[in-house]
């Protein structure tokens, strides 16, 4: 059994995490970039902007910005104000899980709105 409090399982343990957030990291990365033609379409006029776009588009880059605040909190090698690091990466994070629920409930209304009371009743 490894002795969780020695200075050597730390130091494996950080950058095990480290490695694991820059990993994650490139994947949301290459997931945003690969579908920034999305919201060209919006820019350039292809597609119409309708209101519900701005919770998507708000918790992408509110998302966007978590990731990069925790970023630079792991990588930073000079001295930083740790408090409004942390605070703006708890900011960022709820606002992100609050742009998605926000989403996810959309969905749920949109999806629901069709289903008739009486088959809504008969599901029950």
């Known amino acids: 059994m490894p002795d969780w409090d020695s200075p050597q399982e730390e130091a494996i343990n950080r950058l095990s995490f480290v490695k694991l957030i820059h990993a994650m990291a490139g994947v949301y990365l ?19 902007f309708t209101w519900p776009m701005i919770f998507y588009f708000s918790g992408r880059y509110c998302a966007l910005c978590c990731i990069v605040t ?53 599901a029950f």
Do not use: M
């Open 30 to 48: 290459w997931e945003f970039v690969t579908s920034l033609h999305f919201e060209w379409s919006f820019i350039s006029g292809k597609k119409k």
């Open 70 to 122: 925790v970023l630079v909190a792991l990588d930073s090698v000079s001295e930083v104000n740790c408090q409004a690091l942390y605070t703006a990466v708890a900011v960022f994070t709820q606002l992100t899980i609050g742009f998605a629920s926000i989403n996810l409930a959309l969905r749920a209304y949109v999806s629901f709105d069709s289903i008739s009371p009486v088959i809504g009743c008969v």
